[in-house]
């Protein structure tokens, strides 16, 4: 593609076209080709000093902005990108799998040497960060269409980038005395990284900030304290004993105790259900209040500092807030929060509440900002909405988790939406 080609197209039509020529013909990166990669990828992840871990992680998976993280290390944001570089190629310099083999070969014989690659990785990096403008998206198009090269280096260092995630993703936690068996490998830094990193915050922006960090751009501490944290689009089921389990939704952390009393669950933030099918004394804390799950099962949904939604699946729980108790019966929903609890009311079963547990996201007449919120929630990378007009749009359909670029589809589709694409970020104006 010529740069006067490009001259023609629009922003929308030139990421388009950039993105043909990055991705493999069928779409997808071929992830069995690069397994070998992961091994190599985790030793370096893990030989990585605290602070660069968890900056590498912070904008890899959580895409916090270097503002953020310069506050929370008490450093500069060129010190945070200086280390962020340092991260970032000392993982990715020992990856050599078959995949990238391919790609590496094609751009040396275009021509594209290690100079247009260290290029190629910053460009990952600045545009993993914040949001990014038109003047730096026509820049980097004017930079990529520069040759058949400079296409197949970034080709190249957006799948490390790919491989990297599911290398941090997998990290396993620190192992700890007494619990054995208890705490499965978390989606993210190891617990000493973490509290390191947790800490170091605390001294650049104080307690308040660490209880309530600033738009969620990080855990909070209840959050980072949690036995079992998952992943954007992860799910999981944690045995309870006797044939009893808890599901944990995406994005959803919690902790667990056992004592004579019976289980405890914690809730922080997420979703849950939890089957109680032989009736062992089970209780859940969430936002204040407590749930006593009787034979049967119950589903709760909370996301910090908001309600606390519980739902009676099956037989009885009797639900505590406020000095207020009510009890719920299959079918049967109750809302609490900090302006107290509300009236108890009936809902249908098989609802989009349900669709998570069978692995679908159902949208009901649902106004578009919320939808994206609860695409973000599944899908990996991140959907910006910039028009408040578009978001007040409305979208109804049934989608696999996995497949949750359909919905983009049909917002572009139904409203003719101006849709940019970067890697796996995806604006709409």
Known sequence: MTEKTLARLSVTERLARLRECMEPADGRVREDADCDDLSVLARQVESLPPRLRHILYSVRIERAPSQVLAQRWGISTRLVARELQAAHESCVQGLAGPGLRAVAKGAEEAGAGAAVLAEARAWVRVLSMGQPTDERLDAF??????????????????????????????????????????????????????????????????????????????????????????????????????????????????????????????????????????????????????????????????????RVVVRALEGTARVFHSQREVSLVAGQQVSYGSSGMDAVRRVTSGTSDDAWRRGMVVFQDTPLAEAVAEINRYRPGRVVLMDSALGRQRISGRFRVDALDRAIILIEQLYRARVRRLGDVVILS
């Not at 994005?251 to 056992?258: E, G, I, K, P, V």
Request: no cysteine.
């Open 141 to 306: 198009t004017q930079w990529h269409a520069q040759s058949r090269g400079h296409a197949q280096r970034w080709h190249q260092a957006t799948r490390e980038w790919k491989i990297l995630g599911r290398a941090l993703h997998a990290a396993p936690a620190d192992p700890e005395p007494g619990t054995p068996g208890l705490r499965a490998p978390l989606p993210r830094l190891t617990r000493r990284g973490f509290l390191g990193a947790a800490i170091a915050g605390a001294t650049a922006l104080g307690a308040l900030a660490i209880a309530r960090p600033p738009l969620g751009l990080w855990p909070s501490w209840q959050v980072l304290r949690a036995d079992f944290r998952t992943a954007t689009g992860e799910r999981r089921r944690i045995g309870l004993g006797e044939g009893a389990y808890v599901e944990l939704n995406t994005q959803t952390s919690l902790s667990l105790r056992t004592d004579a009393s019976g289980v405890l669950i914690a809730l922080f933030a997420g979703e849950i259900a939890v089957d109680n099918g032989r009736a062992i004394p089970l209780r859940i804390r969430a936002g204040g209040g407590r749930v006593d799950v009787g034979q049967g099962g119950v589903a709760l949904r909370t996301w910090e500092g908001r």
